[in-house]
T-cell receptor
Framework: KAGVTQTPRYLIKTRGQQVTLSCSPISGHRSVSWYQQTPGQGLQFLFEYFSETQRNKGNFPGRFSGRQFSNSRSEMNVSTLELGDSALYLC????????????FGSGTQLSVL | AQSVTQPDIHITVSEGASLELRCNYSYGATPYLFWYVQSPGQGLQLLLKYFSGDTLVQGIKGFEAEFKRSQSSFNLRKPSVHWSDAAEYFCAVGGSLTGGGNKLTFGTGTQLKVEL
């Protein structure tokens, strides 16, 4: 069974640009969550999608957005990039929203120059 | 608001020695507690979880953790550490009973170094 796939693995952007990250969950999983990991702030919850609906949202500005498609694949978008957006963005998939078990992808390392 | 504290940023142990990583949490209801491990350049892997019932939970790779409600702690233990256990360990709290879904609050992590 394939794991959680995140693309691209690495990304370099400049300030002011926008970026889209992709996450393909494990087959059969309907929940996708996104986390930001930085050395200073650690792991922070961005948002969660289940059956194409945002179920939960963390404390991030509106520049951070996401969506989920009917096949459960998810994308997150960051507009008007800032230097502080440089981080490892992790996607996690789960069967449902009962917090039973999250499976994490290897992440997308975003560098903003 | 829920929070997790991992007081040890770095821990070094000798291979074969026992290990205990500390975790304290703050949560307004019955917490769901987790330990995850992250190797360099990788995502997080679930070691074990506590939802209810027996306060001593067993996980993968020989790890166990004990939930102590009176101390708001969920410490991770391993009786004999292997060199391959060197990684960063994260304690997390969440709770779907409060509608939190799969939102987890993580501690800042403990970096484990194993000396051969």
């Amino acid at each position: 069974k394939a794991g959680v796939t995140q693309t691209p693995r690495y990304l370099i952007k400049t300030r002011g640009q926008q970026v889209t990250l992709s996450c393909s969950p494990i087959s059969g999983h309907r929940s996708v969550s996104w986390y930001q990991q930085t050395p200073g702030q650690g792991l922070q919850f961005l948002f969660e999608y289940f059956s194409e609906t945002q179920r939960n949202k963390g404390n991030f500005p509106g520049r951070f957005s996401g969506r989920q498609f009917s096949n459960s694949r998810s994308e997150m978008n960051v507009s008007t990039l800032e230097l502080g957006d440089s981080a490892l963005y992790l996607c996690a998939s789960s069967l449902d929203t009962t917090n039973e078990k999250l499976f994490f992808g290897s992440g997308t390392q975003l560098s903003v120059l | 608001a829920q929070s997790v504290t991992q007081p040890d940023i770095h821990i070094t142990v000798s291979e074969g020695a026992s290990l205990e990583l500390r975790c304290n949490y703050s949560y307004g209801a019955t917490p769901y507690l987790f330990w995850y491990v992250q190797s360099p350049g990788q995502g997080l892997q679930l070691l074990l979880k506590y939802f209810s019932g027996d306060t001593l939970v067993q996980g993968i790779k020989g790890f166990e953790a004990e939930f102590k409600r009176s101390q708001s702690s969920f410490n991770l233990r391993k009786p004999s550490v292997h060199w391959s256990d060197a990684a960063e360990y994260f304690c997390a709290v969440g709770g779907s009973l409060t509608g939190g879904g799969n939102k987890l609050t993580f501690g800042t992590g403990t970096q484990l170094k194993v000396e051969l």
